[in-house]
């Protein structure tokens, strides 16, 4: 089955402990994306990558690093997580045809930083 | 930042009727598509029409595009209580940037 996959799914944190959020898809899409939501926000795009070792910022990348060592896996590490972190985080995949399609959204990881 | 802005923010209907969501965006684009969130979970692809289309269908979706207007509507006809979620629209700009810029969302609600 095609999908994107995160984990975890829901995580509790303190302030400055590290954490990393997996995420992973099987379509052999070259262009991978995080996305966090808010409350009256919609989605805000905080990095991207269009393909194995490329990656750049989005709209909210502040507090965030991602690497893309492998095309199907691009991991969201939090250095030092703050509460303003406290977010519903998505991955997305989709294939880079040279502008953006349909996008596939991972089921989501909802973290809150205490 | 925020491409695309949802009208109305919630909306409430019976099964059966029709439901309308308008965004407007602010920037040229490539493409807007439309993606539906039930409560908490992941989004989920729904349409995407090109700048250079003006209306698309898909089953009970009808989404039409106004270049001129910078605007988008969505239209799902003979509404079902399953329809109950959240839609966004997202817009992809001309620029080159590989990012979608979501809207709020418009919460819809079907009453059985």
């Known amino acids: 089955e095609a999908q994107v996959t995160q984990n975890p799914r829901y995580l509790i944190t303190v302030t400055g402990k590290k954490l990393t959020v997996t995420c992973s898809q099987n379509m052999n899409h070259e262009y991978m994306s995080w996305y966090r939501q808010d409350p009256g926000l919609g989605l805000r795009q905080i990095y991207y990558s269009m393909n194995v070792e490329v990656t750049d910022k989005g709209d909210v990348p502040e507090g965030y690093k991602v690497s893309r060592k492998e095309k199907r896996n691009f991991p969201l590490i939090l250095e030092s997580p703050s509460p303003n972190q406290t977010s519903l985080y998505f991955c997305a995949s989709s294939y880079e045809g040279g502008t953006l399609g349909t996008q596939y959204f991972g089921p989501g990881t909802r973290l809150l930083v205490l | 930042s925020q491409q695309g802005e949802e009208d109305p923010q919630a909306l409430s209907i019976q099964e059966g009727e029709n439901a309308t969501m308008n965004c407007s965006y602010k920037?040229?684009?490539?493409?807007l598509q439309w993606y539906r969130q039930n409560s908490g979970r992941g989004l989920v692809h729904l349409i995407l029409i090109r700048s250079n289309e003006r209306e698309k269908h898909s089953g009970r979706l009808r989404v039409t595009l106004d270049t001129s207007k910078k605007s988008s509507s969505l239209l799902i006809t003979a509404s079902r209580a399953a329809d109950t979620a959240s839609y966004f629209c997202?817009?992809?700009?001309?620029?080159?940037?590989?990012?979608?810029?979501f809207g709020s969302g418009t919460r819809l609600q079907v009453q059985p």
């Open positions: 997202a817009t992809v700009t001309d620029t080159g940037r590989r990012a979608l810029t």
């Open positions: 920037t040229s684009i490539n493409n």
